[in-house]
């Protein structure tokens, strides 16, 4: 008898991590640096994390906005990695007004994404970026656009001789 509770009792433990009871035991921290969707004003926006500020906060920077902009976040607000290149939402409504540009929700849409938005310059020479170099995040500057989705860049407290060209899809996201 006692094997058999032992047996049902392992067999729902296996079950319950199976359908997420387990999740939070299972998945890695955020790590400084790591590109997150974070829930803001109601939309997931991509950003990345600048900070740890405790067990469960970390401070973030949403892509394509400066400073001003950046926000401690909870994980109930972090919905999960980046994988792959994304297209930046429209801006929240305060934040399109406070930016003296507010986004009539019809022409959101019509944002370009992608290498058109490279083309329509995008990314250009002075930029601050954020740029992919195995598996961690960096700041840089772009020197040169060699392309459209071809970029030579300058890690930031680097020297030249670590200057490279990378692709759109190494880039993060703006600084």
Do not use: N
Not at 78 to 90: H, S, T
Not at 103 to 122: E, F, K, M, T
Not at 152 to 171: F, G, M, N, Q
């Amino acid at each position: 008898m006692r094997v058999a509770s032992a047996v049902r009792l392992g067999l729902g433990l296996v079950l319950a991590v199976l359908a997420g009871g387990g999740q939070a035991a299972c998945s890695e921290p955020y790590r400084v640096g790591e590109h997150v969707w974070v829930e803001w004003e109601k939309r997931d926006h991509p950003a990345h994390i600048l900070e740890r500020k405790g067990r469960s906060r970390y401070r973030v920077r949403f892509d394509g906005y400066d400073s001003r902009w950046d926000e401690d976040v909870g994980l109930e607000r972090i919905k999960g990695r980046v994988v792959g290149a994304v297209e930046l939402p429209p801006p929240p409504e305060r934040v399109a007004r406070a930016l003296g540009a507010a986004v009539p929700r019809s022409s959101a849409s019509a944002a370009p994404s992608g290498s058109a938005a490279v083309v329509q310059g995008l990314y250009k020479e002075g930029d601050r970026v954020r740029v992919r170099w195995r598996g961690s995040i960096y700041g840089a500057t772009v020197l040169t656009v060699e392309g459209p989705d071809r970029f030579r860049v300058r890690y930031d407290a680097h020297e030249p001789a670590w200057d490279e060209t990378v692709s759109l899809e190494r880039i993060a996201g703006r600084r």
